[in-house]
């Protein structure tokens, strides 16, 4: 199987920013929140959803609606309602070493230096320019300032997502005779930014995904065990 390597890059920053992971990262961390809020009220005790409702299939909504309430009030606490979802945050950890070339370095890592890296990754938290902002320094005769750092896409353990580098934290463990670093230890805070293509195209793939789970053995049972009348008595 041909190795693959992963990335953090923006290649319309000026200058691009193409950072190749020199030994992939054996641990990243993925967190996902979303906010919910108590409701304004508890809900009723009576069946008053099932009196509203017409039909079999609508009386039985409503009572599983009227059932679901008196579970609230049972316990005397609100039941939580979805507000907004908090942006995906990933963690990674990962080695640079000028002594040793990583497995698509060739005969070294250039040159036996690990300085390009870090100015790559550096170069993730500060402001600069990108294509855009040249375009209308050149057409529009504006001087764009640098307001923002670049964003940075993530391509690695099947992600590949748009994202901004919140934290970066380099330790450098090991330097040369002149000073010059030898080896480090890197790790950065990488924010999901929504405001991309790529939720739409992470949307679809996590889709195609979940259908591909409905394939495995034993998935009616599954289906059955987690009913709410079934899934209370087994």
């Not at 979802?85 to 690990?114: C, V």
């Not at 950065?188 to 789970?213: A, F, H, M, N, W």
Request: charged content about 25%; aromatic content about 10%.
């Amino acid at each position: 199987m041909e190795r693959k390597t992963g990335y953090l890059a923006n290649i319309l920053n000026v200058p691009p920013l193409i950072f190749r992971f020199q030994f992939n990262p054996e641990l990243l961390t993925e967190k996902k929140s979303y906010k919910y809020e108590a409701a304004n009220a508890f809900g009723n005790w009576g069946f008053d959803q099932t009196r509203a409702a017409s039909g079999f299939i609508g009386r039985a909504m409503g009572l599983y609606t009227d059932a679901k309430e008196i579970s609230s009030l049972l316990v005397a606490t609100k039941p939580l309602e979805p507000v907004e979802g908090e942006p995906r945050t990933f963690e990674l950890e990962f080695k640079l070493d000028a002594s040793m070339p990583g497995p698509l370095d060739g005969d070294n890592h250039y040159g036996g230096s690990i300085k390009p890296d870090l100015a790559l990754l550096r170069s993730f938290t500060v402001p600069s320019w990108d294509a855009l902002d040249i375009a209308k320094m050149a057409f529009k005769k504006e001087v764009a300032c640098f307001n923002r750092p670049p964003a940075c896409t993530l391509n690695y353990a099947g992600l590949s997502l748009e994202c901004v580098m919140t934290d970066l934290s380099i330790k450098l463990v090991a330097f040369k005779d002149d000073g010059d670093p030898l080896r480090a230890e890197a790790s950065c805070t990488l924010k999901e930014q929504t405001y991309s293509i790529d939720p739409l195209v992470g949307t679809v793939t996590r889709l195609v995904q979940v259908g591909r789970s409905y394939g495995r053995a034993g998935i009616g049972k599954d289906f059955a065990a987690n009913t709410p009348i079934v899934g209370a008595f087994i």
